[in-house]
């Protein structure tokens, strides 16, 4: 099995820049200790990975066809209403219950970026949008872009205002997919069952695993909403929480001794800042520490290493400020021009691993100085810069602050 397995590994694999896939062999040079837990794991991951497959394999043969339909594309799946709302108990809501249901994979996940609006998912068609019929599998379960998170937020939702037994099994089943996902180290993949290059890494990017632990957090408070999962369902909930909490802090970059923030994507073997795309090099984020930070955040009763990570995470933003830009429309597209008067404050998306300096990765795979010199080689239509952690710093760490306070004082 484990022989199989480097050849299963190889062939999935997706070379990305540097990005290091887990693979059998990557497996084989960590402690003898740790093997056992990562072979299973990339077991269970292939054994998903062909479920998957063969699912949509016997539609195609029942349905008589030549090949899988491909799925139609859409956007970002979000939550139309919040908890609560009326609107879950309407035939909307009923009718996008359908689709949603028809797009979970066999292992329990979803894919990104499928045309729900266009309806359910036929025999014969794929789960996922993003590759055409007998490519290589991509993006078939993943947590990018809010996909799995969000369909399962949506589920809880619809059962807590219709009580339907088909949303609280669906939601068991995606629940176990993300348990099975986690892996040994606490941390979660962007794609699994695992694709290769860089999805394979721990992924904070666009806060795929930070919205994986609000989900198991909200679980863990015991929300109304998830009633119908029973005490063990919790409980490995919380286990699997607890887990993720703990990758989070170990994955939080020293600089010689010193508490920083993140990366975009660690490596899942060594947990050491990666690169993914080409505009994505191994760099401090400035955008994703945000979210990882405003997450801890909301956790009461933290220990003393949560607090010592937050207050690293708080003073790190407070002095990775990027000031005298200000943002304009310039031929049809948002810019950043240079202007000291000016009073808008940024945090850049990249930061230097070393020295804490804002850089521009671009499209070209060159890694500029200033946003000008990148956006005049290169499209800017990516989040490069962003004011979001200065409510981070003031109201977030206000509000944080006085929870402590509230909490020292019991």
């Given at each position: 099995?484990?022989?199989?397995?480097?050849?299963?590994?190889?062939?999935?694999?997706r070379?990305s820049?540097?990005?290091?896939?887990?693979?059998?062999?990557?497996?084989?040079?960590?402690?003898?200790?740790e093997?056992?837990?990562?072979i299973?794991?990339?077991?269970?991951?292939q054994?998903?990975?062909?479920?998957?497959?063969?699912?949509?394999?016997?539609?195609?043969?029942?349905?008589?066809?030549?090949?899988?339909?491909?799925?139609?594309?859409?956007?970002?799946?979000?939550?139309?209403?919040?908890?609560?709302?009326?609107?879950?108990?309407?035939?909307?809501?009923?009718?996008?219950?359908?689709?949603?249901?028809?797009?979970?994979?066999?292992?329990?996940?979803?894919?990104?970026?499928?045309?729900?609006?266009?309806?359910?998912?036929?025999?014969?068609?794929?789960?996922?949008?993003?590759?055409?019929p007998?490519?290589?599998?991509?993006?078939?379960?993943?947590f990018?872009?809010?996909?799995?998170?969000?369909?399962?937020?949506?589920?809880?939702?619809?059962?807590?205002?219709?009580?339907?037994?088909?949303?609280?099994?669906?939601?068991?089943?995606?629940?176990?997919?993300?348990?099975?996902a986690?892996?040994?180290?606490?941390?979660?993949?962007?794609?699994?069952?695992?694709?290769?290059?860089?999805?394979?890494?721990?992924?904070?990017?666009?806060?795929a695993?930070?919205?994986?632990?609000?989900?198991?957090?909200?679980?863990?408070?015991?929300?109304?909403?998830?009633?119908?999962?029973?005490?063990s369902?919790?409980?490995?909930?919380?286990?699997a929480?607890?887990?993720?909490?703990?990758?989070v802090?170990?994955?939080?970059?020293?600089?010689?001794?010193k508490?920083?923030?993140?990366?975009?994507?660690?490596?899942?073997?060594?947990?050491?800042?990666?690169?993914?795309?080409?505009?994505?090099?191994?760099?401090?984020?400035?955008?994703?520490?945000?979210?990882?930070?405003?997450?801890?955040?909301?956790?009461?009763?933290?220990?003393?290493?949560?607090?010592?990570?937050?207050?690293?995470?708080?003073?790190?933003?407070?002095?990775?400020?990027?000031?005298?830009?200000?943002?304009?429309?310039?031929?049809?597209?948002?810019?950043?021009?240079?202007?000291?008067?000016?009073?808008?404050?940024?945090?850049?998306?990249?930061?230097?691993?070393?020295?804490n300096?804002?850089?521009?990765?671009?499209?070209?795979?060159?890694?500029?100085?200033?946003?000008?010199?990148?956006?005049?080689k290169?499209?800017?239509?990516?989040?490069?810069?962003?004011?979001?952690?200065?409510?981070?710093?003031t109201?977030?760490?206000?509000?944080?602050?006085?929870?402590l306070?509230?909490?020292?004082?019991?």
């Amino acid at each position: 099995m484990f022989r199989m397995l480097l050849v299963v590994a190889a062939v999935l694999a997706r070379p990305s820049g540097f990005a290091a896939p887990v693979t059998a062999d990557r497996i084989n040079t960590l402690p003898a200790a740790e093997r056992a837990a990562w072979i299973s794991y990339l077991e269970r991951s292939q054994s998903n990975a062909l479920a998957d497959a063969a699912a949509i394999q016997a539609e195609v043969v029942d349905n008589k066809m030549t090949n899988a339909l491909r799925a139609p594309d859409g956007g970002d799946f979000r939550l139309p209403a919040e908890a609560g709302a009326s609107w879950y108990a309407g035939p909307a809501a009923s009718n996008l219950t359908t689709v949603v249901l028809s797009y979970q994979t066999p292992s329990g996940g979803w894919s990104k970026h499928n045309g729900y609006s266009k309806g359910p998912r036929q025999r014969g068609m794929q789960f996922t949008s993003q590759n055409a019929p007998g490519k290589p599998a991509h993006y078939v379960a993943t947590f990018d872009n809010r996909a799995t998170t969000e369909e399962l937020h949506f589920l809880a939702n619809v059962w807590l205002a219709t009580k339907r037994a088909d949303c609280s099994a669906a939601f068991r089943k995606g629940l176990d997919f993300i348990l099975a996902a986690q892996f040994p180290n606490g941390g979660w993949p962007q794609v699994y069952p695992l694709e290769g290059g860089y999805h394979d890494d721990i992924t904070f990017n666009d806060d795929a695993m930070t919205r994986i632990l609000e989900l198991l957090h909200a679980i863990t408070l015991g929300e109304a909403r998830f009633a119908f999962l029973d005490e063990s369902a919790r409980q490995r909930a919380a286990a699997a929480f607890k887990a993720g909490l703990h990758c989070v802090l170990s994955t939080q970059v020293h600089q010689q001794e010193k508490l920083t923030v993140w990366c975009a994507q660690h490596d899942a073997l060594t947990l050491q800042p990666a690169p993914a795309r080409k505009m994505e090099p191994a760099t401090l984020s400035g955008m994703e520490s945000a979210g990882i930070l405003k997450f801890l955040m909301s956790i009461t009763n933290p220990a003393p290493e949560l607090v010592t990570a937050i207050e690293s995470g708080l003073a790190w933003l407070e002095h990775s400020k990027v000031p005298g830009l200000r943002r304009t429309r310039l031929d049809g597209r948002n810019t950043f021009i240079s202007d000291p008067s000016s009073t808008q404050i940024y945090w850049a998306r990249f930061y230097n691993l070393t020295n804490n300096q804002p850089v521009f990765p671009g499209r070209d795979g060159v890694t500029y100085d200033t946003f000008a010199a990148m956006a005049a080689k290169n499209p800017t239509a990516y989040d490069y810069l962003s004011a979001q952690p200065g409510s981070l710093l003031t109201n977030g760490q206000k509000q944080w602050r006085k929870m402590l306070a509230t909490e020292s004082a019991k």
